[in-house]
């Protein structure tokens, strides 16, 4: 089993930054791989962006080269750099272990 605390969400004009972050705990061994969903109201659950324990990434079409995901491997912790955000990254944001973990879900609202 493994747990996941995420932190960071809130309130952003558009243009603005915010960052999520995403603690680990539990059985965590070998190679994994750690990301983010997110799911806007009325909207299907989405994959955002991804990172393996081995460091490679995948992001969405719509997030390439505003958001960049990152990893502490000692901390067991990812974050999820998001820059330039438009009201459409509205969503609650979800971290996610290897696909069958899931966190509680932290909400990002960008608005004027």
């Known amino acids: 089993q493994v747990q996941l605390v995420e932190s960071g969400g809130g309130l952003v004009q558009p243009g603005g930054s915010l960052r999520l972050s995403c603690a680990a705990s539990g059985s965590i061994f070998g190679i994994y791989i750690m990301g983010w969903y997110r799911q806007a109201p009325g909207k299907q659950r989405e994959s955002v962006a991804t990172?393996?324990?081995?460091?490679?990434?995948y992001y969405a079409d719509s997030v390439k080269g505003r958001f960049t995901i990152s990893r502490d491997n000692a901390k067991n912790t990812v974050y999820l750099q998001m820059n330039t955000l438009k009201p459409e990254d509205t969503a609650v944001y979800y971290c996610?272990?290897?696909?069958?973990?899931w966190g509680q879900g932290t909400q990002v609202t960008v608005s004027s």
């Open positions: 996610t272990f290897n696909f069958n973990s």
């Open positions: 990172i393996t324990s081995g460091g490679s990434t």
